[in-house]
Every structure is written in structure tokens, then in C-alpha cells.
């Protein structure tokens, strides 16, 4: 590998001080893990109630329409409950020695679920759609549109109790073996830390896109019912497919980069490179990879001549630098 520096010299805002300590963990899970898992399960408790309010009004008053929704809102619940369990499960395994880097991509593993379930909600929507436009079906506007009105104010509501979360996430960690520090940051918390929270933006997603589509369907059946354009409604429900599964590629992309440990940037590894080289040694090997949000590990190869460098100086060097949480060092004389 070439030893061409990525990045230029770290600034001293780029280091933060640690105390040296011997033993470690490897719990890996952002700042704000627990407050976003009580977050997942107020918006669950949320819908829930709505959907077996809708479900109960609908076989009691004979509306259709009503039940539907309220099925449409057992898929919301159920893609929250992914990323809940995913919080919980995460959290109670943090110190399992069987995960060998920890628990926190679990979100990432969640998030990326939970994606290919907003593709398929947009496939189905699209087929609807389209086949609404076909063979266009008379619309019921007394029903339809105070339910569509109905489903906005919840997910209105679900979107206020997820926006105290961090939908990027927070760092907090360690660097192996050697220190334990905690750190705030945003999706990048200008020092290449990557601290998103990706299942949270999964869970803040299903309900932004379901928000989405009920604006739309509001408006298709507005003009649907006041102009006679029974076309709209289904028009409205085709954008609304293109618009979820634009967001469901988007995060597929992110969590799968994640999942299969694709350096998407050389912000980290540039960092790491410099501050090797700046000590006048050769970096021969450079692996470094995200290990959950606000967290990155590092294995280091190094050639030097000065034979009083070990690992040990190496690590002194790199267990300074803001979200490198787990440094491994091989030095070669």
C-alpha cells in the first residue's frame, strides 16, 4: 500500500485525552442507544393503539376503508418493532464475548431490514396505483379523506417523539486496550466520525414516507373530489411509491456499505496515516472499518527504524484520535 498521505497533518482538535486502561470492552452502541430504543417504543405503543382503533371502528361501522388503514398501520408498528428489538438486543448483548466486535452494527443490520421492507411498501403501493388508474374504483370521500387526515396526525405525532432522538447519532467509546472517552458528534462530527445512527433513521424514515404519502393522498383526493379527476388519487399514490423507494435505496446503500465494511470515506484512515507518518515512520498496511455510530477500529501495519517503538508507542499515538475505538498494531523493525 502506498504510504502517500490521504489527509493533511491532524489538528490537535482532531485528539482528545484519554487515560491509559489495561482492560476493555468492546461495547460499541452511540451516545444516544437507549434514549432512541424508549423513543422506537412510544412511537410502537402509538400506533398500535391507532391501528386497533381503526380495525375495531371499521367492523363495527362497516367501513372497509377503516380496516385497511388500520392494517396498513400494522406494517408501521411492525417496522418500528425491528428497530426496538434491535435497540434492546443490542444493549443486552453489548458484553457478549460470542460478537466479536460488539453489538453496534446491529442497527445497521436492522436499519437495512428495514429498508427492503420500505421498498416492497413501495412496490405495493406503486402496483395499487397503477392499477387504480386502469381500472379507476369510485372513491368514498366521506371515509377516505378524514382517515388519510387521521394518518397524518399520527405520524405527525410519531415524527414529534422520534425528533428528540438523534437521528445521526452520537460517539462514545474507547480505544482498545487502552482508554475509555466519550465524544458528541452529528453524522459527521467534523473530525470523520461517523456517528448515524442508522436504525434510527430507518425507524424516522417509515414514518416521514408514511407522512409523505398521506400529504399526497390528501391532495389526490381534494382534487379528486372537487374536480372530478378520479385519476389523481392514484397519480398521488404512484409519486408517493417513487419518493419511499428513493429513500429505501438510499439507506439500503448506507447500511449494506456498513454491513460489508466499505470504507466510504479516508477521512479516518487519512487521519491515521498522518499521524503515523508524522511520527517518520512508513505505513505499509492501513485497514479501518466502522464498527457502530461514533465508532472506528483500525489494524496498523508500520515499518520504522527507530527500535525503541513497539506497539505500545503506536497506540499512544493513535488511541488519541476522536472515534477510533480499537486499534491493532503490528510493527516491523
Known sequence: MSSTAISSEPAMSDFYEAPFKAEHDHVFLGEGHDKNGRKTWAVIALCSAMMLAEIIGGHLFGSLALVADGMHMSTHAGA?????????YARKHANDPRFVFGTGKLGDLAGFTSAI?????????GYEAIDRLLSPLPIRFGEAIPIAVVGLLVNIASAWLLSGADHHGHSHGHAHGHDQHAGHGHADDGHGVDTRDHNMRA????VIADAAVSVLAIIGLLLAKTFGWLWMDPLAGIVGALVIANW??????DTGANLMDVSADGTMAGKVRAAVET???????????RLGPGHFAAVVSVVTQESTRGPDFYHGVLRRLKGLSHITVEVHA
Do not use: Q
Open 80 to 88: 418500528m418493532l425491528i428497530a426496538a428489538l434491535a435497540y434492546t
Open 248 to 253: 429505501s435505496y438510499g439507506l439500503i446503500r
Open 203 to 206: 425507524a424516522y424514515i417509515h
Open 279 to 289: 511520527a517518520g515512520d512508513k505505513l505499509i498496511d492501513l485497514h479501518v472499518w
Open 117 to 125: 421492507i420500505l421498498a416492497m411498501i413501495a412496490m405495493l403501493i
